[in-house]
């Protein structure tokens, strides 16, 4: 297997990675992870360095090949900074609170909504309109706030829901008087 494409990922200090085959596990001051690469990539540390590597030039060894660096390069970053995702809530009644671990959800229907995290995953409430997702695994968090925002999607009317913080959401006209 030939190196084409060489493509490293720094490990920064207080990190330590483990490379068994296509195996990869990353541990850091955050928690660790650990996941299972393609076996047709060639994986390798060195010099405080992960490299990956394509054995050839087809389009499927290409982005094979960039998905893992841009993976192994989201565990080196959630191990290390962690990973947030913000979502805002508009609505007029529309809050969000904690108890315990749980996120209680008040979206306009007749009972709570009530979502308990995921193993590896945390909420804060700042504030009753804002929710923050906080984790290691980057691909988890997003996975988490996307399910938070499935509950009630922002509306093209008034506005009213759930969504990320800064999203833009186009308002469409209502009925006119004729």
């Given amino acids: 297997m030939s190196r084409i494409g060489n493509s490293p990922v720094s490990i920064p200090d207080g990190v330590s990675v483990a490379v068994k085959e296509n195996v990869v ?3 850091g001051p955050l928690g660790a992870l650990r996941r299972v690469f393609s076996p047709s990539m060639q994986i390798k540390e060195e010099n405080k360095q992960i490299i990956v590597a394509r054995p050839s030039n087809d389009k499927f060894h290409r982005s094979l090949h960039g998905l893992t660096r841009a993976l192994i390069a989201n565990m080196v970053e959630g191990v290390t900074n962690g990973f947030e995702k913000t979502l805002e809530i508009r609505g007029t009644g529309y809050r969000a609170q904690l108890k315990e671990a749980a996120l209680v959800l008040q979206l306009g229907f007749s009972h709570p909504v009530v979502l308990q995290p995921p193993e590896g995953i945390r909420f804060e ?10 984790g290691i695994d980057k691909e988890l968090v997003g996975q988490v706030a996307a399910t938070i925002r499935a509950k009630r999607k922002a509306e093209p009317y008034k506005g009213k829901g759930i969504r990320y913080e800064g999203e833009w959401v186009r308002k469409k006209a209502g009925k006119t008087a004729v």
């Fill in 125 to 134: 409430v700042p504030a009753p309109n804002r929710i923050m997702v906080k």
């Fill in 25 to 27: 596990e990353v541990k």
